[in-house]
């Protein structure tokens, strides 16, 4: 049998816990959810909402929103939270810029979500591929708003640079965890290399909105939520999404509880107390979740706010 995370073969067994009663996919079964299907299918491309098994699937697909995972399907760091293939990657697909493209027109995108697996093994971690991809995607579609959710590139120098050259509106970069579990959850990551990344992009390019997101449930205590909080503004993200670990197998990182919807509800308005532009915290939210909703907020939220301190 092939195994999806041949690093992982090895690893304790961490029996899954019964969800509760709060995690519940919406369940729809609309013809959109089959256009969409279609149109990925159509051009072959690869979606986070299929290889991480998102559990907000049909929701999303019901209103053609997918998120693109783009160069390839197969990643190679070894997180142990995430559920995409793990292994060597394959080239390229030169064509896969257009196909982004023609993909975000025929599903009539407003705001398109474009994420990757991590490519360690490129010496720009990706970089030019992302910019082609966006700068594609813009030209047949330029009244659609375009967010990556990119990689670390850590250890790639200033590729990252190339990514924001080509001006998505929306720079993400996923924190995922505290630091304290970095070498059990993320060992491939730096903490303060992501932060870092979100700050510089910020001060690259002063209009472009950035965003994070955070797990919980992995082990982390709440005093360290709140550090990550403080140092995502000090590094000023305007955006941060929080939601519940969903522990994909056995063999990944164990799930330590599940955090009750009055517990997000009390993370976002610390987070809100905290500046952050925007939050959204719930137990099924993830970084895509509502990405175009939640872009017409943010725009919305930074005019109030450049009202606000023009009166005062
Ligand atoms: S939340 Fe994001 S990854 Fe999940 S289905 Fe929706 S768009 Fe896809």
New binding site residues.
Partial sequence: MITRHPEKVNKPINPIKKKPSWIRSKLTNSQEFFLTKSIVNQYKLK???QE?N?P??TE??SKR???FLIMGDTCTRACAFCDVKTGKPKNLDSFEPIKISFAVKKLNLKHA?ITSVDRDDLDDGGADHFYKVIIETKKNNPETTIEVLTPDFLRKGESYKKVIDAKPDVFNHNIETVPRLYRQVRPGSRYFSSVELLKNAKKIDKNIFTKSGLMVGLGEHKDEILQIMDDLRSAKVDFLTIGQYLQPSVKHHPLARFYRPEEFNELGSIAKSKGFLLVSSSPLT????H?DEDFAKLQKNRINQTNAQSIS
């Fill in positions: 979606t986070v909402c991480a998102c907000n699937i999303c697909w929103h997918a998120t979500v993830r970084s895509s979740y990405a």
